[in-house]
């Protein structure tokens, strides 16, 4: 497998309406995300918090850390939890998320199956407090949450971690979407970078297309061998509502919009992203292009929706997935 390689994605793009990143920036980013707003989706503190006060679920906060002498107390506060998530508040690419999944004697286990001593669980915790897995740097604080347990459907297609699903919502209406797969390069991580997959989903039937892995075009895990195309997004319709109800929650006119299927609580909002990267495009095989100049068209005839069940409804009409 190639690493991921944004240039050759681009060359295979330019045909099918691709979306460039510096067009992006300037005519999607700039123009529709107030700076103002970026809070709401920087700080994952507060975009929980936004999101509870909307009615939209979120994975169960259990603790937040701001101080170093918070760290010692958190083992007491979560002596009976058996997994739980710790991740920067203001992270960016999954850095400094720990998944811990069960616990042997006095070490915590990770997803990816090791030990942890109470000891390096403290330094990890510190490392983030201090800002070394958060953008720019700064000093953080700490969240900790639930421990998603994955929908079923996705047992045969992911390696030791938890698929998340990526929709981009503008101006309301959701206009493309995917799920990333971990596999064993990524470490258990949905993150494409890192070497995760990203499957596209047809927005009109909530079924997987083909996936893309690296710079490589695929139809089965590279680790389980299994299919990962026709799989049936659970609760397709009310993921697409919302994330259609995000661009409210977050006053961004363009935003990625990232979930999870916890097996008995449904859909979870993970967390939101003013800046959502384009190789959703190549997971598609589908240009973004086509589509916000579908939803410009709108804007510009005064006939943007405002119900968020009418945004989707035109989305289902309008955004297949084709080839």
Sequence with gaps: MGLFNPFSLA?????????????????????????????????????KKLALQAGLPVPDLYAVVREEHE?????DILKCRESFVVKPAHGSGGDGILVISGRRGDKYRRANGSLMSREEFEHHLSNGLSGLFSLGGQPDHLIVEYCVQFDPIFDNVSYKGVPDIRIIVF????????????T???DGKANLHQGAIGVGIDVPTGKTKRGVWGTEI?????????????LAIPHWTDLLQMAS????????????????????????????????GLAIQMANGNGLEGRLHKVEALRDSGQLAKDPAERVAFAIANFPTTG
Aim: include cysteine.
């Design 218 to 230: 695929i139809r089965e895990h590279p680790d389980t061998e299994h299919s990962i195309v026709g």
């Design 71 to 75: 760290i010692a107390e958190l083992h």
């Design 184 to 186: 064993r390069m990524s």
């Design 245 to 276: 109800r995000c661009y409210e929650l977050s006053g961004l006119g363009y935003v990625g919009v990232d979930f999870v299927l916890d097996r008995d609580k449904g859909p979870l909002i993970l967390e939101l992203n003013a800046r959502p």
């Design 11 to 47: 060359k295979r793009l330019r045909q099918i309406g691709l979306m460039g990143i510096g067009q992006r920036n300037a005519h999607y980013v700039l123009m529709h995300n107030p700076r103002k707003f970026y809070p709401r989706v920087d700080d994952k503190l507060l975009t």
């Design 171 to 182: 101006l309301g209406y959701p206009v493309m979407a995917m799920i990333r797969l971990p």
